[in-house]
C-alpha cells in the first residue's frame, strides 16, 4: 500500500465520528431516585432492601488496522466518574490479547496497542475493565466487557479461486451469449467502505468478448464468430477493487475459450465428374471404387449419406458409406458385359445426416457429383453354337468323308482365330481339323 492510500485512510478514519473521542467513561447509568445505589426501600414484613447501582455502559473502541508507525498505536481511554485525579485508582485491563497486544496504563486508563493488526485474522477483540481503589484493592466499578473493533483498510487485492479457466461455447452464437462466470473474492471488510467491491473488466479478448462488470459473467460480443475461421480463444479479465476506481487493487485470470462446432457448412464434392474403371468379369458386390465430399465441419456435423440418385447405371451399381471414412463406396449390383455397355454414368448426391434449423439459410446441407464407370474387356473364351452335337456316319465310309460340322464364335468384341480340335477319340479314327 503507497503513503497516498495509507494517508487517505488515515484521514477518513480520523473523520469518522467514533474516532473524534476514543474515550470511554466508566458512568453511571441515569435511573430513578429510588434506584439510587444505597436507597432503601421497605418490605410488607418491615426489611430493608439495598438495590446494586447498574453496571457500566460501553461503546466500541475503534482501530485502524496495519498501522505503520514508529510507536505504539493509541486505542482510547477508560476512565471512571470516581476517578478524582489522585492517583488512587488503578486501572486493570483482561481478555482478548490484554497484556501482549493491548496494554494499558494503570494509572490513567490509556490503551495502546503493541503491534500491526491484521483484520482478516481477526476483526474484533473483547476485553474486561476494572478500576479498584490502590489501597483497599476493592472495585470501585463492577467489571465491564468493551469490545475492539478492527478498522479495514484496502490492503488485500481481489483473487480468483483458478489461475487459468477452460470454456466453451458454440459457433455462430449470437452477441450477448454467456459463455462463462468467473469470480474473485476480496480478504477486506465487505461491510466497510470500498475495499471489497469488486468491478470486472477485459483486458484481452476484445472484440470477440465483453465481461459485466458487476457480475463477471464473459458473453459474445462479435457476430457470426466461425470455429472454421478460427477455433482458440484466450481472455484475459481484470477484478478491481474499491469499485474500480483509481487507487484500488487488483488481480486477474486467464480463460481460454473453445468454439465448438455447430452444422454451418454443406458438404462439397471436389469434383463435378468422377471417372472410374471396372472390369467386366467383376463378380456382384465388387467395389468399383469410391467418392468423398468434403465438410468443414467435425463430428456428427460432419456426417454424410450417399445415394445414387440418377443415371443409366441405376440398376448396375449400388453405393454403401462408409462411417470410419465418410466414403460413398460404388459397388457391382449386376453381371456386367463389356460387348453389351461399356460406359455407365451415375449422379451420386451427399447430404449430411444432422442438419441445424437455425442454419438452413446456408443450405442445401447436400452436393452431387457425376461418376462416369467404364467397363474394361478380358479374353473370354470361345463358345459353341450348341453344348453338344451328335453325328451319323456309315460304316465303311471313306476318309476324309466330312461327317458334321461344330460351329464357335469369339465373344470378346475383336475376334481371335479359333482353334478346333478333336478329343476323347479313343480309336484315332477321327482327325483334327482347324478352321476359323
Not at 8 to 24: A, T
Amino acid at each position: 500500500m503507497t503513503i497516498y492510500q495509507f494517508l487517505l485512510l488515515f484521514l477518513l478514519w480520523v473523520c469518522l465520528p467514533h474516532f473524534c473521542s476514543p474515550e470511554i467513561m466508566f458512568r453511571r447509568t441515569p435511573v430513578p431516585q429510588q434506584r439510587i445505589l444505597g436507597s432503601r426501600l421497605s418490605r410488607s414484613d418491615g426489611k430493608i432492601l439495598h438495590r446494586q447501582k447498574r453496571g457500566w455502559m460501553w461503546n466500541q473502541f475503534f482501530l485502524l488496522e496495519e498501522y505503520t508507525g514508529s510507536d505504539y498505536q493509541y486505542v482510547g481511554k477508560l476512565h471512571s466518574d470516581q476517578d478524582k485525579g489522585d492517583g488512587s485508582l488503578k486501572y486493570i485491563l483482561s481478555g482478548d490479547g490484554a497484556g501482549t497486544l493491548f496494554i494499558i496504563d494503570e494509572k490513567t486508563g490509556d490503551i495502546h496497542a503493541t503491534r500491526r493488526i491484521d483484520r482478516e485474522e481477526k476483526a474484533f477483540y473483547t476485553l474486561r475493565a476494572q478500576a479498584i481503589n490502590r489501597r483497599t484493592l476493592r472495585p470501585v466499578e463492577p467489571e465491564s466487557e468493551f469490545v475492539i473493533k478492527i478498522h479495514d483498510i484496502n490492503d488485500n487485492e481481489p483473487t480468483f479461486p483458478e489461475e487459468t479457466y477452460t470454456a466453451s461455447v458454440p459457433e455462430m452464437s449470437v452477441v450477448g451469449t454467456s459463455v462463462v462466470q468467473v469470480t474473485a473474492t476480496d480478504a477486506d471488510d465487505p461491510s466497510y467502505g470500498n475495499s471489497a467491491r469488486v468491478i470486472y473488466s477485459i483486458l484481452q479478448g476484445q472484440p470477440y468478448f465483453s465481461v459485466e462488470p458487476e457480475t463477471g459473467i464473459i458473453r459474445t460480443a462479435l457476430q457470426n464468430m466461425n470455429r472454421e475461421n478460427r477455433e482458440q480463444y484466450q481472455v484475459v479479465i481484470q477484478a478491481k477493487d474499491m469499485g474500480g476506481q483509481m487507487g484500488g487493487l487488483s488481480g486477474t485470470t486467464t480463460v481460454n475459450i473453445t468454439l465448438t462446432d455447430v452444422n454451418d457448412n454443406p458438404p462439397r464434392f471436389p469434383q463435378s465428374t468422377i471417372h472410374l474403371r471396372v472390369l467386366e468379369s467383376s463378380p456382384v458386390g465388387t467395389a468399383v471404387g469410391s467418392v468423398k465430399a468434403t465438410d468443414a465441419d467435425t463430428g456428427k456435423n460432419a456426417e454424410v449419406e450417399y445415394r445414387i440418385i440418377d443415371g443409366d447405371g441405376t440398376d448396375m451399381f449400388d453405393i454403401v458409406t462408409e462411417k470410419d471414412t465418410q466414403e460413398g463406396i460404388i459397388t457391382v449390383k449386376k453381371p456386367l458385359d463389356y460387348e453389351s455397355r461399356r460406359l455407365y454414368t451415375l449422379k451420386v448426391e451427399a447430404e449430411n445426416t444432422h442438419v441445424d434449423p437455425r442454419f438452413y439459410y446456408l443450405g442445401p446441407f447436400k452436393d452431387t457429383t457425376i461418376v462416369k464407370i467404364s467397363i474394361e474387356d478380358v479374353d473370354e473364351p470361345p463358345v459353341f453354337s450348341r453344348s453338344s452335337y451328335l453325328f451319323e456316319v456309315h460304316e465303311d465310309i471313306e476318309v476324309g468323308t466330312i461327317i458334321g460340322t461344330v460351329m464357335a464364335r469369339d465373344p470378346d468384341s475383336t475376334s481371335s482365330p479359333v482353334r478346333q480340335s478333336q478329343r476323347d477319340d479313343a480309336c484315332g479314327c477321327f482327325c483334327e481339323n482347324f478352321g476359323c
